[in-house]
């Protein structure tokens, strides 16, 4: 039997690839084709996506497949959260692709009450929703808009001719009422923000929009099917969860940490809003319960401060040698966009009275000790809000490469930390494109291929067999 490929386009804040996926003997088969490295630039003072560069790295990445040989029956795109692109009835942008990190919602983040704010949407209050870089928009872009679309809405709009916003990708907004696909109007309301921009219903995962554009046919050499998978890369990474039951808690790690379990429940009272907790759409219309912590970040950041002249591996191998056993709260916004996150992290450990790291290696250990001790404060907090006690914790993303945080977890949670699959986003986005193909039944006969499919190591911590301790 033929090899039948899907193309998954994961695109992350610091790199994107194109993989693509088969199944072949029972089995999840991964290659990467195109690799593409991606980051903020400055655009009229505000820091900004380069939206065309993407589209060429797109183009140059499918070519790729062409030249292999290996033509995708389907393609789909995922990417990281809340931004967007303003665009006209022709779908030509009206506004820069602007990045989350830009400072230009202080100014408004405070003018909606988020007591009610969340209760109508479920999302925790961070300064780069949705919601508020709309707030923060030029009135004259929004009056040339005709449609908003984040930011795998616009790619997938590129390839394929077909405006839409998918579910879980604009679950992230703090739009959408709390668990469900629809549009908030009291929010916009609220938010003084146009509805208009958002004329239709979100669309589900698995959504063919068809076939790619007669342009984008002549750049690549082929045509394929445009799937919708669960285009916020989170969503998809969840769906690569190889989870053994329904009392573990799943970790995305990369260059955010989002820690949190599926649910068809919402929790939309002061426990969960004091404690963080968030609420983004899931493959299948479930709700993904969860909290963002800071991640990878913090280390690629101090990474390049020193000029990359360590690998991600070094770093850990570093911090795994060193004594250093102070941390800061890595959930903490003060390490949203800092000038210097080494510096950052000194200021944060100076207020606390700590001593200062006086390595680099001190410095890898006491980030890596900070995520881990994070990722047990939230567990601890998702346990009393859902009454449930959590027996593992799984990992997918790039983070679960790592040992040395993966094993310093599983001490501070006294759970069993089960890492892997490394590419999570681009097997979710994957596996989203052959269910919709029908050559996968469901997501459960997806998942249940993992485990053969890809190395899941296995990291036991500390008093193993009790549950977490409570505070």
Known sequence: ?????????????????????????????????????????????????????????????????????????????????????????????????????????????????????????????????????????????????????????????????????EYTIASTSALLTAGKAEWNEHVFALAQIPLRLFPDAPLMPGTVLGKLTSKVQEAVGYTCDVILPASHDTGSAYMAVPAKDENAVYLSSGTWSLLGIETNDTHLGDTARLAGFTHEGAYGGKVRLLRNIMGLWMLQCVRHELNDKYSFAQMADMASASAYAYTVDAGDNRFLA???????????????????????????????????????????????????????????????????LNQWTADATHLPVYAGPGEGTALGNIMAQFIARGEVASLHDARKMIPDSFDVITFLGDSITTPLAKD
């Open 338 to 404: 800092p000038d210097s996150m080494t510096e950052e992290v000194k200021a944060a450990l100076q207020e606390q009275g700590a001593p200062l790291p006086e390595t680099e290696s001190d410095l890898f250990a006491c980030i890596n000790r900070s995520l881990s001790l994070c990722y047990a404060r939230a567990i601890r907090d998702l346990e009393t809000l859902t009454g449930k006690t959590f027996t593992s914790l799984n990992i997918v993303g790039g983070g679960s490469n790592s040992r040395v």
């Open 1 to 165: 039997m033929a090899i039948t490929y899907a193309l998954a386009i994961d695109i992350g804040a610091s790199s994107g690839r194109h993989i693509l996926g088969s199944i072949q003997n029972g089995k999840w088969v991964l290659e990467e084709v195109y690799r593409f490295e991606n980051g903020a630039v400055n655009e009229n003072g505000l820091l900004c996506w380069d939206r065309e560069k993407l589209e060429n790295h797109i183009l140059a990445g499918m070519k790729k497949c062409k030249d292999l040989g290996k033509i995708p029956a389907s393609v789909g795109v995922d990417t990281w959260g809340v931004d967007f692109v303003l665009v006209d009835e022709k779908g030509m942008p009206v506004s820069p692709m602007v990045m989350y990190r830009d400072e230009r919602t202080n100014a408004v983040v405070d003018a909606i009450d988020h007591e009610t704010l969340y209760m109508l949407t479920g999302i925790a209050k961070q300064p780069f929703n949705t919601v508020y870089q709309l707030m923060a928009t030029p009135g004259e872009w929004l009056e040339k808009a005709h449609r908003c679309l984040f930011v795998p809405d616009y790619f997938h709009f590129f390839l394929s001719g077909v405006m839409a916003n």
